[in-house]
């Protein structure tokens, strides 16, 4: 589950997002409390998303590269995106696998084999559904493989840094 603050034309709502691990593509969402579920046909591909389906209806939308302007069929909105966990660190597996939490594109990487890095410290940037969510260090460590790369593509469970 994914939580995030969502604030649509300075009016706050609380989102969590849970994607069906039976059907890729498909999230069930609680906006305020209320659950939604959504269908992304190109999730998989976040440059080509334009469009969901919620709760069995068809919605196009335009998101601005920056995440702070919505447009859909009843006009532009100012959006601001706000993860509620990106305060905090993954727990730590013991493994030192940091996997992808979602499919999505690599954007940006911030370590490299042989760094020191401590509990929540910044590894990379994952971009999904037109948003860039930063993958923190969920354990202290040195990194041993960073297996990913800007502009790479991957997918739910994929490892992409390992820390020992």
């Known amino acids: 589950m994914h939580k995030l603050t969502i604030i649509v034309e300075n009016q706050p709502h609380e989102v969590e997002v849970t994607p069906n691990r039976a059907r890729p593509g ?11 579920t959504v269908f992304v046909p190109d999730f998989d591909n ?11 209806r068809p919605y196009e939308f335009i998101l601005s590269p920056d995440l702070r302007v919505a447009q859909i069929y009843s006009g532009r909105y100012d959006v601001q995106v706000r993860d ?3 305060g905090g660190a993954r727990p730590f597996v013991g493994d030192g696998r940091v996997k992808a939490p979602i499919p999505g594109l690599i954007t940006r990487v911030y370590v490299e084999p042989g760094q020191a890095v401590e509990v929540g410290q910044p590894l990379l940037v ?11 260090a969920p ?7 960073v297996a990913v790369q800007p502009g790479q593509t991957v997918t739910l469970g994929e490892v992409m840094v390992e820390i020992q």
């Open 139 to 145: 354990g202290r460590g040195i990194v041993h493989h």
């Open 26 to 36: 498909e999230y069930t969402l609680f906006v305020d409390g209320h659950p939604l």
């Open 46 to 56: 976040p440059e080509l998303v334009d469009w969901m389906i919620v709760e069995d």
């Open 126 to 136: 994952l971009e999904a559904m037109k948003m860039e969510n930063e993958i923190r």
């Open 84 to 86: 509620k966990e990106i």
